[in-house]
């Protein structure tokens, strides 16, 4: 059996360098890489910059992160605005309410999911749902995923609204433009003209203006 022996931490050159064979040596004791295949992977998610438009990957789990293509700070958090609120330009990835009692105007919103629950108006560009629990008339311009207005609520739009999908189980007045459909559930009712591949109506529901497949016509 050999006898244990510490190595002496002083290097016996002037100079301090190892000698590469003992460098080596020591590179491969505490080096990790045949490890890096285990390492952990973070959880993400594909998100698109508000700033630039381009879908870039952040932790899932993470309140901001930045753009991998212009390097923006993206604020991930939901926010949820009250009555009397002072910010009324939002930028997040995450998800926005608009409480009940509040009533605010000259909102600027940017997020994923937007729920409307008080009176909110300015412009809205949700990636997600913008769902309306509220009457509202909304001044500026609406984007959105899917747009929602819940029954027995009315939603005007000064501006109209580009959306992918329009459901409405309430009453819509403005001008739509929906990339696939809009549905108009019993008992709903939308007036004001209609652009969409798709109109959905159920038995009950009203739609007064024009609709034609597609904006450009
Ligand atoms: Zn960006």
């Not at 604020?75 to 330009?89: K, S």
């Not at 939603?155 to 009453?171: D, F, M, R």
């Amino acid at each position: 059996m050999s006898e244990y022996r510490t190595e002496p931490l002083v290097v016996p050159v002037c100079s301090g360098l190892l000698s590469e064979g003992e460098r080596n040596r020591r590179v491969a004791l505490t080096s990790f890489s045949g490890k890096l295949a285990e390492r952990p992977t973070v959880p993400e998610r594909d998100v698109i910059c508000y700033e630039c438009g381009r879908h870039t990957l952040v932790p899932r789990a993470a309140l901001s992160s930045r753009c991998t293509h212009c390097h923006a700070h993206l604020r991930m958090t939901d926010v949820v605005l009250r009555h009397g609120a002072q910010r009324l330009t939002v930028r997040t990835l995450g998800d926005v309410t608009v409480q009940a009692d509040a009533q605010l105007s000259q909102l600027s919103v940017v997020c994923r999911h937007c729920y409307l629950e008080g009176r909110g108006s300015g412009s809205f560009r949700c990636e997600g749902t913008l769902r309306v629990a509220c009457s509202n008339r909304i001044e500026g311009s609406v984007q959105a995923d899917t747009l929602v207005v819940e029954r027995g609520k009315e939603l005007i739009l000064t501006q109209g609204a580009t959306v992918n999908v329009l459901e409405v189980y309430g009453k819509v007045t403005g001008r739509i433009v929906a990339r696939t459909r809009v549905v108009l559930h019993r008992g709903a009712e939308l007036h004001g003209n209609c652009f969409a591949p798709t109109l959905e109506q159920a038995a009950g529901a009203k739609h007064r203006g024009e609709w034609s497949r597609s904006a450009s016509v």
